[in-house]
């Protein structure tokens, strides 16, 4: 399993009004590391033929960050079954877990916006 990451200070508009990180802001740094993760694995062909909707997250938030602290955000793929794939990020604050999420991912195919299998050399690039 391969681990792609990142890191983020959290700025102003990170914050909602009690001075932390908004939830929701959690949830789009969830979206912006997977679709990071995917793009970089994949080229223009790949994404001119396919595509990833999100069936469900599960969000569990375990601390909370507040202005200028530095975060690292990790993800992974756990694993495939047909056209799904269930994604993990973790957020991360001073090496304490402060968000995990666990995603369920559905390929689509870009001709007619239907499921389509995971191959297993998609498989093999995460």
């Not at 990170?14 to 932390?20: A, P, S, T, V, Y």
């Not at 507040?66 to 690292?72: A, D, H, N, R, T």
């Not at 870009?110 to 499921?115: G, H, L, Q, V, Y």
């Amino acid at each position: 399993m391969e681990i792609f990451e990142k890191s983020i200070v959290v700025n102003e508009k990170h914050l909602d009004e009690l001075n932390h990180v908004n939830n929701v802001v959690f949830l789009q740094w969830v979206q912006d590391i997977s679709k990071e993760h995917w793009l970089s694995k994949t080229d223009e062909k790949v994404n001119s033929k396919m595509y990833w909707v999100v069936r469900s997250h599960h969000l569990e938030y375990k601390k909370q960050v507040f202005l200028g602290e530095q975060l690292q955000i990790k993800t992974f793929v756990t694993g495939y079954k047909g056209p799904f794939s269930e994604r993990v990020v973790e957020i991360y604050c001073d090496d304490e877990l402060a968000a995990k999420a666990k995603s369920n991912w559905c390929l689509l195919d870009r001709e007619n916006n239907k499921p389509m299998t995971v191959s297993k050399k998609l498989q093999s690039l995460f």
